[in-house]
Structure formats: C-alpha cells, structure tokens
C-alpha cells in the first residue's frame, strides 16, 4: 500500500530552468508533507514543507505547492542549478498517534549545465 | 554541531552471521528512528523510539530483526542471523520535541551486503 507515490523516477532539466517534482499521496491524515534531497553515500536531509491547511510555501529558489482535492504537491525550483542534483523524496507525516513519515520512492533530479 | 552518527559505514557478511548496526542521536533528541532503503521498497521506517521507549515496531520485518535504546544516546539494530534479502541501507535519523512535524535529522547510513 504505496501511501505517497512518486511516479517518475527521473528528471533532466538544463541549468537556470525550472525543476517541477511530483507527488500524489492517498492518505487523507498527512497533516504535513515535506521534501528530503538525498546525495549519493549520504543520508536525506530536510529541504521544505508544507502544512496541509496551505497552498503552497516558498523559500527562496524552492517552492511547494499543495491541491488536497487532487491529492497532489509538486517541488519547483527556480533557477535549477548543477548542485541540485540529487534524489528528491517527498513524504507525508501525520502528528496523530503514529507521528510517522512516509516516504515517496524518490526521484532523481539531473540538472545539466 | 556533531550530526546522528552511525557505524559501520559499510558492512559485509556471510548469511547466517548477526549483524549489528549502530547510532548516536544529536544531543537533546529524544525521537529516534531506523529506517531501511532498497530498490524495491524505497525508505521504510522500521521501528521509532521515543524518549529510548519503542513506540512502534510494526516496521520491523522479522524476529531476526531487533532494536534497543539502552540510553539517549546510543541505539542498536541488530538482524540474527541476516540472509541475502537483509542488504540495503540502514538509516539512523532523530528529531526533538513532541510537536515535531516530521523534520528528521538523518546519519550517512550504514550499507549492509549480506552474502
């Protein structure tokens, strides 16, 4: 039961375009979601996220957008920039009593200079 | 600031043998969790800590499989005896506070091959 789904594996965008990561989830009890960027031989670090009451959160080059009806959010990054390459996971969390993070199967971003 | 640290790097054993990996949260956290990372199932949460109690265990795959958190700040996952389907790599992550909401501070990882 793939609770958040990430349906491309990978993604080639040329430097200085925009970068748009997808994510569908099917649990209506996420109450946040988040993205994680992955480098290889390193462990996942935070990079953004996203209330479930929102629409969409910014921080400087990153933004995410939420549509709960759709069940969807999407990663943009703009400018893309060589360094961004990486695996993108997107996760949803639920502070209820599980207080769990599940995670997306991960898309790799390839920005080409 | 020293980050979750884990240990081994890189292990690699025969089937049948334990294994035991290992993982020092950041000071002052008091969640800790074990997550596990294939190609076929992607990051999976195995078992999580609170305040070095186990919370919840439903992750974890089999009786071969066990974690302790004998203090706050060192925790063990141990698989005997491991087989094949046990290489992947074991993350270690920790986070502070009740109100958290999913941000998790990760280690490097520990791979596993087991032969």
Not at chain 1, 75 to 89: C, E, N, T
Not at chain 2, 1 to 15: C, F, K, L, Y
Not at chain 2, 49 to 67: H, K, L, Q, T, Y
Not at chain 2, 86 to 107: I, M, N
Request: aromatic share 12%.
């Amino acid at each position: 039961d793939q609770q958040v789904k990430q349906n491309s594996p990978s993604l080639s965008v040329q430097e200085g375009r925009i970068s748009i990561l997808n994510c569908d989830y099917t649990n209506s009890m996420f109450d946040y979601f988040l993205w994680y960027k992955k480098y290889p031989a390193e462990g996942p670090t935070f990079l953004i996220s996203i209330s479930s009451i929102k629409d969409k959160n910014e921080d400087g080059r990153f933004t995410v957008f939420l549509n709960k009806s759709a069940k969807h959010l999407s990663l943009h990054i703009v400018p893309s920039q060589p360094g961004d390459s990486a695996v993108y996971f997107c996760s949803g969390f639920s502070s209820g009593s599980a207080r769990q993070l599940t995670f997306g199967s991960g898309t790799q971003l390839t920005v080409l200079p | 600031d020293a980050g979750v640290i884990q240990s081994p790097r890189h292990e690699v054993t025969e089937m049948g043998q334990e294994v035991t990996l290992r993982c020092k949260p950041i000071s002052g956290h008091d969640y800790l969790f074990w997550y596990r990372q294939t190609m076929m199932r992607g990051l999976e949460l195995l078992i999580y800590f609170n305040n070095n109690v186990p919370i919840d265990d439903s992750g974890m795959p089999e009786d071969r499989f066990s974690a302790k958190m004998p203090n706050a700040s060192f925790s063990t996952l141990k698989i005997q005896p491991s087989e094949p389907r046990d290489s992947a790599v074991y993350f270690c992550a920790s986070t502070k506070g009740q109100g958290h909401t999913g941000e998790l501070f990760f280690g490097e990882g520990s791979r596993l091959t087991v032969l």
